[in-house]
């Protein structure tokens, strides 16, 4: 396991998607998602995350406040179609995807036990979109069923590769 630079993390989520995942030893969840925002709020590293109401996993952030991401190898990006196309109300992803979770390392969470970045976060503050206040292409083409994004600015309280 290599500890990383928080520098590294844009760079690694770059790559089209990446799996969040939320909820406890017990029962968790895990979706997919692409868009995310890094930076320094509150003289913390923080990333932003978009997850709509809709999902599965928002239940799970609103209970824990914490999550984990990871970024998958190449050879393994099959499975954010999984993670992104089937909801765990419906289906166990884990068990369809042979994948696994393994304890988080300094938060009360799981991750995806798979090769790739991994990333342990703590929620700081968050915030139900405005869809009112979006404009107005952005509403047609991503809002029209009122489904809103919260986005959660969570502190990256450890980065590493597995
Ligand atoms: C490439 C990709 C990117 C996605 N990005 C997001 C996202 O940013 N926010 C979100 O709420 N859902 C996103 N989704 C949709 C969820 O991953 C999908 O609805 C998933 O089935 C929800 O699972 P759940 O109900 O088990 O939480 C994305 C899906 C794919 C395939």
Redesign the pocket.
């Known amino acids: 396991m290599i500890e990383i630079n928080h520098n590294k993390i844009l760079e690694s989520l770059g790559c089209?998607?990446y799996l969040l995942t939320a909820g406890n030893a017990e029962k968790a969840?895990?979706?997919?998602?692409?868009?995310s925002g890094t930076g320094v709020f509150w003289n913390k590293p923080v990333i932003i995350?978009?997850?709509?109401k809709?999902?599965?996993?928002?239940g799970f952030i609103e209970q824990e406040k914490q999550f984990t991401i990871c970024v998958l190898e190449k050879e393994k990006q099959h499975l954010?179609?999984i993670?992104?196309?089937?909801?765990?109300?419906d289906v166990n992803?884990y068990e369809i995807s042979d994948t696994r979770l393994a304890d988080a390392k300094q938060i009360r969470g799981q991750i995806i036990d798979e090769a790739g970045w991994h990333f342990e976060c703590k929620v700081i503050y968050q915030c139900d979109m405005d869809i009112t206040a979006v404009d107005s292409g952005i509403k047609t083409g991503f809002y029209s069923d009122g489904d809103a994004?919260t986005l959660y600015f969570a502190e990256i309280i450890t980065a590493y590769k597995l």
Do not use: A, D, M
């Not at 995350?49 to 709509?52: A, E, F, K, S």
């Not at 993670?83 to 109300?89: A, D, L, N, P």
């Open positions: 089209g998607g969840n895990t979706l997919t998602v692409s868009w995350v978009p997850i709509r809709s999902r599965f996993t928002h954010l179609h993670f992104g196309t089937k909801s765990g109300r992803k994004h």
